[in-house]
């Protein structure tokens, strides 16, 4: 863009209340921007002005001002400040949302984990365990109690990360670090060094911001262990100590002929934890695929 293109635009009101628009979009992003980002404030017929001057280059989708410091050397020149401020959005994660309730619910779990090694947490445990699903295991074969006490864990599971946990915040995270990501790769392409650094100042912003939502995931997964860490050791009580359960556990696998559910398949995983992680799979699939699809289509 020469001189004379830059200078008709400043002497036109509407051109250069656009350029300063523009020029402030661009400097606070990543060097680039849309009509769709502006279109709120220029006119159609001026958005068309600065293509035809040359003032806007189109970049594959989006759009570079050729000259910045030209351009806000002549706004500074006709006393035209350009708009503070950003216009992009900034996500940054809430520090505070593990509370003093979420804190203590994590020591809590630590000590259930704890069970795994400590027969009297263990003990504890399971009395009240065996006392609520006892019953149960009197009904239905070993299996089948698998495969249901997984599809509970499941529900419970996706119910409490669905009140814990923004999906949709952290969805949106990743795709703005997505299309920084891109900008950033064709600002490196057309060799605009002030769009790099600013953009590469952008993405350690949204790493920062991602990681800290990161550490919120953990939130729901320590109240799930409330139920999952239960389950698991009355489950290896129940298949290790039948004589001591209300029922004795199936001694073979259906199909698989006998093949005893406590034996050793590779380390300290046994044939029925092969089972239940298989089971428990297959239900956090179904059930997130099932809530998915019913949230989706329930009206708002």
């Given at each position: 863009m020469d001189d004379s293109a830059l200078n008709s635009l400043i002497e036109d009101e509407a051109s250069r209340r656009a350029l300063a628009k523009v020029l402030t979009y661009a400097?606070?992003?990543?060097?680039?921007?849309?009509?769709?980002?502006?279109?709120?404030?220029?006119?159609?017929?001026?958005?068309?002005?600065?293509l035809k001057?040359?003032?806007?280059?189109?970049v594959d989708s989006v759009f570079v001002i050729d000259d910045p410091p030209a351009v806000r050397d002549a706004l500074e020149k006709a006393n035209i400040e350009a708009p503070a401020g950003s216009d992009q959005t900034s996500t940054r994660t809430?520090?505070?949302?593990?509370?003093?309730?979420?804190?203590?619910?994590?020591v809590g779990a630590l000590t259930l984990v704890a069970g795994y090694q400590v027969p009297a947490i263990k003990s504890v445990i399971v009395g009240p365990m065996d006392f609520v699903l006892g019953p149960l295991a009197g009904?239905?074969?070993?299996?089948?109690?698998?495969?249901?006490?997984?599809?509970?864990?499941?529900?419970?599971?996706?119910?409490?990360?669905?009140?814990?946990?923004?999906?949709?915040?952290?969805?949106?995270?990743?795709?703005?670090?997505?299309?920084?990501?891109?900008r950033?790769?064709?600002?490196?392409?057309?060799?605009?060094?002030?769009?790099?650094?600013?953009?590469?100042?952008?993405?350690?912003?949204?790493?920062?911001?991602?990681?800290?939502?990161?550490?919120?995931?953990?939130?729901?997964?320590?109240?799930?262990?409330?139920?999952?860490?239960?389950?698991?050791?009355?489950?290896s009580w129940f298949v290790m100590n039948p004589a001591g359960a209300i029922v004795t556990a199936a001694p073979v696998i259906p199909v698989i002929d006998q093949i005893v559910w406590s034996?050793?398949?590779?380390?300290?995983?046994?044939?029925?934890?092969?089972?239940?992680?298989?089971?428990?799979?297959a239900s956090n699939l179904l059930v997130k695929r099932t809530t998915s699809r019913w949230f989706d289509s329930t009206p708002a």
């Open positions: 400097e606070n992003g990543d060097g680039t921007v849309t009509y769709a980002a502006v279109n709120d404030v220029i006119e159609a017929e001026t958005w068309g002005r600065l001057t040359g003032a806007l280059i189109p809430d520090e505070s949302a593990w509370r003093p309730v979420d804190k203590l619910a994590g009904l239905l074969p070993f299996p089948l109690l698998v495969i249901v006490l997984a599809t509970v864990v499941a529900l419970v599971s996706t119910g409490i990360r669905r009140q814990l946990l923004d999906q949709e915040q952290m969805d949106a995270q990743k795709e703005r670090l997505q299309q920084v990501q891109d950033l790769s064709v600002a490196r392409q057309r060799g605009d060094d002030a769009a790099v650094e600013r953009l590469t100042d952008r993405q350690q912003d949204l790493m920062r911001d991602q990681l800290g939502l990161m550490k919120n995931t953990f939130r729901p997964l320590v109240w799930t262990m409330f139920v999952t860490v239960p389950v698991f050791l009355w489950l034996a050793r398949l590779v380390g300290p995983m046994q044939m029925w934890m092969v089972w239940y992680f298989m089971s428990s799979l």
